[in-house]
C-alpha cells in the first residue's frame, strides 16, 4: 500500500492488520518512534474537528514533524493551487500529505502528481471516500460485537447520498464479510448510482432498526445538498431521528454510532448520543489509534 485513498477494493486481510494494529495502539499509551523525523502535512481545504486533531495527535505520536497547512491564511487565497501547494511542501521535505478536499478525486489526482517517495492519506474527498473513518468505525464495532462481521445487523441511516463516511464504512462492511446490511433514509437522500446495489434498502426506519447490533447515524450534509432535499428538519426528524423510543425496535444490546459533527434534535436525540448505547466518544478515541496505524503502514521506516 502506498497511499491510503479508499477503501474499496481492500482484501479483507489487509483491513483485518490495520484494525490489529490499531488496537495495538489503543491498548497502549505513550509514543513511538516509527515517523521519527519524517515530517506530515495535514493539508484540508474543508472544515474539520476529528479527522484533522486525531491525525496530528496520531503523527505526533509516532514522532513526526506535523506542519498544519490553514487554507485561510495560506496561498490557497491568492489562488494557488492544491497541487502547486504540494510540490512546495515536497520540496521542503514533507513526505506524507493528509487531504480532505472539497471535490470528488482531488485526493486521487494529488496522488497521481506526486513524488514517488510522498504517500497520500484521504481524510475525506466530496462525498467519495472517507477510509480512516471507515477504520475507525469498524474498529470500534469490533471491540463491542465481536470480531465475526457475518453475524452482524447494521443499519445504516440518514443522508447516505452525501455521505463519504457511509461509503467508506460499507466498503469495509464489504470487505469483512458482514451479514446484513440495512441503509434507510428518505428517497431524496440515498444514492441511485450503484453504490447500495447489495444493501437491504428502506425508507421505513422502523424497519431498519429491526433487531440490528448497530445503528450508524449519519449528519444531514446541508453543506453539499441541493435546496428541497429535506422538507423541514422538524419533519426529517420526525420520520428518521433515532430516538429512545426507536432504539427499543432494535436488539437490546445494539450500539449507536454517529461520526460527528452531530447536528442534536435533528438526526439524533440528546438522550440517545449522550446514553449508554451511544459509541461515539469511543469512535472518536479509536480515530487516533486507526490514524496511526494507518501512518506507520504508508510512512514507518
Ligand atoms: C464527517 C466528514 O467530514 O465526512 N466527519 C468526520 O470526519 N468525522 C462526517 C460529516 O461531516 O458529517
Excluded: W
Amino acid at each position: 500500500m502506498h497511499h491510503l485513498l479508499t477503501l474499496d477494493g481492500l482484501p479483507r486481510a489487509t483491513v483485518v492488520g490495520l484494525l490489529d494494529r490499531a488496537q495495538h495502539f489503543a491498548d497502549t499509551p505513550g509514543d513511538f518512534d516509527a515517523l521519527r523525523g519524517a515530517a506530515v502535512c495535514t493539508l484540508f481545504f474543508e472544515p474539520s474537528t476529528r479527522t484533522r486533531m486525531s491525525f496530528q495527535l496520531a503523527s505526533q505520536r509516532l514522532g513526526a514533524h506535523v506542519l498544519n497547512f490553514d487554507v485561510s491564511t495560506s496561498s490557497a487565497r491568492k489562488g494557488e493551487t492544491a497541487l502547486d501547494t504540494m510540490r512546495n511542501l515536497e520540496a521542503m521535505g514533507v513526505r506524507g500529505f493528509i487531504v480532505r478536499h472539497h471535490d470528488d478525486g482531488a485526493v486521487a489526482r494529488l496522488a497521481d502528481a506526486a513524488r514517488p517517495e510522498t504517500a497520500l492519506l484521504n481524510a475525506g474527498d466530496g462525498r467519495s471516500n472517507h477510509p480512516t473513518q471507515g477504520l475507525l468505525d469498524m474498529l470500534t464495532l469490533r471491540q463491542a460485537k465481536g470480531d465475526d462481521f457475518s453475524r452482524m445487523r447494521i443499519a445504516i441511516v440518514g443522508d447516505v447520498k452525501h455521505s463519504r463516511v457511509a461509503r467508506s464504512d460499507l466498503h469495509a462492511l464489504r470487505a469483512l464479510g458482514t451479514g446484513d446490511i440495512r441503509v434507510c433514509g428518505p428517497a431524496s437522500l440515498l444514492p441511485d448510482d450503484g453504490t447500495l446495489a447489495d444493501c437491504n434498502v428502506t425508507h421505513d426506519v422502523d424497519e431498519a432498526l429491526d433487531g440490528v447490533d448497530a445503528v450508524m447515524t449519519l449528519r444531514l450534509q446541508r453543506e453539499r445538498m441541493e435546496d428541497g432535499l429535506v422538507d423541514s428538519l422538524e419533519d426529517y426528524h420526525r420520520h428518521y431521528g433515532i430516538t429512545a423510543e426507536r432504539l427499543r425496535r432494535a436488539a437490546p444490546d445494539a450500539v449507536v454510532m454517529h461520526p460527528g459533527p452531530i447536528n442534536r434534535g435533528v438526526e439524533i436525540t440528546d438522550e440517545v448520543a449522550d446514553g449508554p448505547r451511544s459509541l461515539i466518544l469511543r469512535q472518536v478515541a479509536n480515530g487516533v489509534a486507526v490514524r496511526m496505524a494507518v501512518l506507520e503502514r504508508l510512512l514507518g521506516r
